[in-house]
């Protein structure tokens, strides 16, 4: 069984950096692709970025390209999502997503998701 644990949320000026991460536990980790999602007040849940099994292809969502990336540690299990410039439009609870892990080709599905971790970026 999957389960995915965010952390590393906080409390960041506008213009700042962070950093996020996602632990996974589970077996056959290099073969799930994984994204970032996230949700602010009173809105939808947004895609932000997701990197496919094999660490070489990612994808981003608009609002984020630029500033954000993506990146995973086979070793440790545990996908990052490196933030950068952050704006206050970027408040949000950030999820950590897993596919089913059958080396899947974008777009991915997400079947397993994260309790999230909450970004308040100030302006």
């Known amino acids: 069984q999957v389960q995915l644990v965010e952390s590393g949320g906080g409390l960041v000026q506008a213009g700042g950096s962070l950093r996020v991460s996602c632990a996974f536990s589970?077996?056959?980790?290099?073969?799930?692709?994984l994204g970032w999602y996230r949700q602010a007040p009173g809105k939808e849940r947004e895609f932000v970025a997701a990197?496919?099994?094999?660490?070489?292809?990612?994808y981003y969502g608009d609002s984020v390209k630029g500033r954000f990336t993506i990146s995973r540690d086979n070793a440790k299990k545990t996908v990052y999502l490196e933030m950068n410039s952050l704006k206050p439009e970027d408040t949000a609870v950030y999820y950590c997503?897993?596919?089913?892990?059958?080396?899947?080709?974008?777009?991915?599905?997400?079947?397993?998701w994260g309790q999230g971790t909450r970004v308040t970026v100030s302006s």
């Open positions: 997503a897993a596919d089913n892990g059958l080396r899947n080709y974008y777009p991915y599905e997400f079947h397993y």
């Open positions: 589970g077996s056959s980790f290099s073969t799930y692709s």
């Open positions: 990197i496919a099994w094999s660490g070489y292809d990612k």
